[in-house]
């Protein structure tokens, strides 16, 4: 789990800034890189591995619809003076058919297999679980676990953060006093997983038992048995079925189980797999007074997705989408990367998330290898080139008054989807990539709506494009998150049908009208605790 705040952290700690909420001050100083006027060579030439590696089977394509150009143009009589030709010679006619049959099962056999996404599904919890800024203010001040300097640090995060005053709260957090505990992690996980799939089914009307593959990923709360033999156990999923749970991987886990999933349906012939992404809010309440721990409090909130993919060539008519591509990147071999969001215990052995003051400049390099490499992937050849004759300008020739040229993004893409973690990543995400508010608008509607739900942020933000019926047949959508680790994922997806928000089921469906809201922009803060 990571927290993408509007706050830039000071490790610094004094008793005298302790007691002083003065030491809150506003600061535009740490903001996310711009990584894109900095390139490294390595991933641009990842980039192109990747693109020349899906090429091949790409190219192959003109070369045979060549040949059965060619082929067309013979007569009757052009072909039997061809087989009198080759009727009396055997060796000629073994070994080309023997070419052709091996060739042919070459590349149907190692060809990668279509991934589609059936349909997915985002779980909206009951207007009881509902946590306006008050409410959250009053349940924090009733624990009796803050200082007052501490609760007004909090509200002030919360007036900055972008969350509006609709987003959901476990019970066991709003009951006074708090009861976290196993018993009510598991009720909260039941609720969010089961609630997202039994809608899911109810969409696809894909029979349990139909499931080969289960993929769930939560950060925090991993119980055993884990998530995923609760799902077989609830569902009565069939007994060969091949299930991972993936915990302690960050909000970027979503993607990461969406390529695993990938790479299953890649081995595994006429199958469905079902990825389940969610985050457990209640035995990861902080209740110490540590300002760097207090930031995942404000910021996360109850959430969960449902997705289901399959691999069946007969299924793409009903799909919505076909996952195009995933590039996964992980700086975890740097201390400092690796550190930057770290769950641990505070000076009172109270657990808590912890960020570094780093945590901005981290996601910035993460985020630029991710997009370096995802460029030559989906860029069109045009911004490409003007891209690569900057970059070897500037690198190779070393002219470096030659303007770095930032492509344009928005020629590859009709629909972004940006983990919606914290404000400020949203906002430099924005002018780094140069995207408008209608780039924007699903990501801070999220965040706005339903607060960082973590790894299904970006299910979300999907289901809003549909519900204001943006998403029309070929359109294009890139869904990047990153997490603790650190960690920096992408995932393309190419729209098959236009989406009909009159037929769907999501969470923003009834309120739709109601959005897009205005979100005043605000300065970051600095934490002095």
């Known amino acids: ?76 009589e052009d072909l039997a003076r061809l087989w009198d030709q080759l009727k009396y010679n055997f060796v000629s006619i073994t070994v080309c058919s023997s ?45 009796g676990s803050f ?66 593959i289960l993929v769930v990923n939560c950060s925090l709360f991993n119980p055993t048995p884990s998530l995923s033999s609760m799902v077989v156990n609830h ?65 996360f909130r109850v959430g969960g997705a449902a997705i289901l993919l399959s691999n069946r060539f007969s299924d793409r008519r009903r799909s919505k989408y076909q996952l195009m591509h995933t590039v996964r990147t992980h700086k975890g071999s740097d201390d400092k990367a690796y550190g930057c ?19 901005m400049a981290v996601a910035g390099e993460a985020l630029k290898a991710n997009i370096t490499t995802l460029g030559p992937i989906v860029l069109p050849m045009s911004e490409q080139l003007l891209f690569f004759a900057t970059l070897v300008a500037r690198k190779v020739f070393k002219m470096k008054n030659i303007k770095p040229y930032i492509p344009d993004f928005k020629l590859a893409f009709e629909h972004f989807c940006i983990h919606a973690g914290g404000r400020a990543v949203l906002d430099e995400m924005e002018k780094n990539l140069e995207l408008t508010d209608w780039h924007m608008e699903p990501s801070r509607m999220t965040l706005n709506r339903f607060g960082n739900t973590s790894s299904s942020s970006l299910w979300y933000e999907l289901a809003y494009s549909e519900a204001k019926g943006r998403v029309r047949k070929g359109h294009r959508m890139w869904q990047i998150a990153f997490g603790s680790g650190f960690k920096c994922n992408s995932a393309v997806w190419k729209a098959l049908k236009t989406v009909n928000p009159a037929k769907e089921k999501n969470p923003w469906i009834d309120e739709i009208h109601l959005f897009p809201v205005e979100v005043p922009k605000v300065a970051a803060i600095k934490i002095s605790s």
Not at 161 to 186: D, F, I, K
């Open 99 to 143: 070419l052709i049959v091996f060739l042919t099962t070459v590349y149907f056999t190692t060809r990668p297999r279509k991934v589609y996404l059936v349909n997915f599904a985002c779980y909206k919890p009951e207007n009881e679980r509902m946590c306006t800024r008050e409410i959250f203010m009053h349940r924090s001040k009733l624990t």
């Open 235 to 299: 569902y009565k999923l069939r007994g060969n079925i091949v299930s991972y749970n993936l915990g302690g991987m960050g909000c970027s886990a979503g993607l990461i189980s969406i390529d695993l999933a990938k790479q299953l349906l890649q081995v595994h012939p006429n199958s469905y797999a079902l990825v389940v992404s969610m985050e457990n809010i209640t035995l990861n309440w902080y209740f110490g007074n540590d300002r760097s721990m207090l930031l995942s409090n404000c910021l």
């Open 147 to 212: 200082s007052d300097e501490n609760l007004a640090f909090q509200q002030k995060i919360l007036e900055r953060s972008g969350l509006g005053q609709n987003t959901y709260m476990p019970e066991a957090v709003l009951r006074v006093p708090p009861n976290p505990c196993m018993e009510e992690a598991r009720k909260e996980a039941e609720m969010v997983m089961f609630g997202a799939i039994d809608e899911l089914l109810e969409k696809t009307g894909v029979k349990p038992k139909d499931i080969g």
């Open 1 to 76: 789990m990571t927290t993408q705040a509007p706050e830039t952290l000071s490790s610094s700690s004094s008793p005298s800034q302790e007691n002083d909420i003065h030491h809150v001050q506003v600061t535009t100083k740490k903001v996310l890189p711009n990584f894109l006027l900095s390139v490294r060579l390595k991933y641009v030439k990842l980039g192109y591995h990747y693109l020349i590696s899906s090429a091949m089977y790409i190219l192959l394509i003109p070369l045979l619809a060549a040949a059965f150009a060619h082929l067309s143009t013979l007569t009757v």
């Open 341 to 359: 969001v770290f769950q641990k215990e505070d000076d009172t052995k109270r657990i808590g998330v912890a960020l570094s003051k780093d945590l």
